[in-house]
Structure formats: structure tokens, C-alpha cells
Nanobody, 128 residues
Framework: QVQLVESGGGSVQAGGSLKLSCIASGLTSTFSDSPMGWFRQAPGKEREGIAAMSSGGSIRYTDSVKGRFTISKDNAKNALYLEMNNLKPEDTAMYYC????????????????????WGQGTQVTVSS
């Protein structure tokens, strides 16, 4: 059984930082190959992809987080991270980790339908 568990969310003031973690279980044999991403969903809005990493290690960021957020992966720990700096009130949302098992030659990294597994989310609240 595959599980993704996010942690690291919280409440910070604008300009602050947080580091989110996503620990995967049940994906040990394929974790290093699996494309993974971070998505977020604010109240009343659709879930959007903000940072993702392909099977080959290519990274994509949505424009609104470029230069502020960094995605990274530790295959030895089956962990995906999202370091978030210079947080803004508009970053307030529930943040989700997603993974699709195994190597993918092509994937639309910000398409939610491309990912088979999702975590339960961790809340990030940024006050002005």
C-alpha cells in the first residue's frame, strides 16, 4: 500500500520560510524513478501544480513561485521536499504531495490526472 505523508506546514508571517516534507512508503523499489510534485489548493480555487520533478530529474516551477521555492528529492529517505522562502499571503493554501509510480518517459508535470498517489495535505497560512 502506497502512502504519502506531508508535514512541515504552519502559520508564518509574510517574508518567512517553511520547508515541507513528503515521505513515501510502499514505493521503495520505484521511488527514485517516480515523477513527483507539489500542488496546492486555496479555498475556492482549483488545485494547481507549483513544483514538480520528472523521472529524469527535470524540474518545473510555476511562475508565481520561481526564485522563492525549491523542490528536492532524497531517494535514500524516500522523501520529497519543498523549501519555501519569502512567503506571501497568496501562498496560503493546502499543500499536497503527489507521485506516479515508476519511470515515465513523458508526463505533464502539472496535470493532476497524471499522478496516481496523493497525500492528505499540509496547511500553509501566510499572514501579512
Amino acid at each position: 500500500q502506497v502512502q504519502l505523508v506531508e508535514s512541515g506546514g504552519g502559520s508564518v508571517q509574510a517574508g518567512g520560510s517553511l520547508k515541507l516534507s513528503c515521505i513515501a512508503s510502499g514505493l521503495t523499489s520505484t521511488f527514485s524513478d517516480s515523477p513527483m510534485g507539489w500542488f496546492r489548493q486555496a479555498p475556492g480555487k482549483e488545485r494547481e501544480g507549483i513544483a514538480a520533478m520528472s523521472s529524469g530529474g527535470s524540474i518545473r516551477y510555476t511562475d508565481s513561485v520561481k526564485g522563492r521555492f525549491t523542490i528536492s528529492k532524497d531517494n535514500a529517505k524516500n522523501a520529497l521536499y519543498l523549501e519555501m522562502n519569502n512567503l506571501k499571503p497568496e501562498d496560503t493554501a493546502m499543500y499536497y504531495c503527489a507521485a506516479d509510480p515508476g519511470w515515465r518517459n513523458a508526463i505533464r508535470l502539472f496535470d493532476i490526472q497524471e499522478y496516481k498517489y496523493w497525500g492528505q495535505g499540509t496547511q500553509v497560512t501566510v499572514s501579512s
